[in-house]
């Protein structure tokens, strides 16, 4: 399960955050499942766009179980090939 992600600010834009996501789904690939979900919490644009970006589908809302009145935006990899690493 991936739990949080976060790269620190000064290291954005510099690839770290994409390839922390396709280790992780090569790692959730390894064990036999070939989906992933995550939750967004709502308002968080720039994260949004970096998972859109990736591949994952917004597939709705529901709300955080770790604090009243929060919500997620729930974004989704039908196929978690298409975020592995290229092979090459």
């Known amino acids: 399960m991936l739990e949080s992600l976060h790269v620190v600010s000064e290291s954005r ?5 994409s390839l922390l ?3 992780t789904a090569e790692r959730i690939l390894e064990r036999g499942y070939r989906t992933m ?4 919490v709502a308002g968080n644009v ?3 766009n970096f ?4 591949g994952g589908v917004h597939v ?3 709300p955080a179980g770790w604090a009243d009145g ?9 196929d978690l090939e ?3 690493l290229p092979r090459g």
């Open 37 to 40: 979900r995550l939750g967004v």
């Open 46 to 48: 720039s994260a949004a």
């Open 60 to 62: 709705g809302r529901e």
């Open 51 to 54: 998972y859109e970006r990736l």
């Open 21 to 23: 996501m396709r280790v």
């Open 13 to 17: 834009g510099t690839g770290v955050g």
């Open 70 to 78: 929060v919500w997620h935006e729930i974004f989704r990899w039908p």
């Open 82 to 84: 298409t975020l592995t």
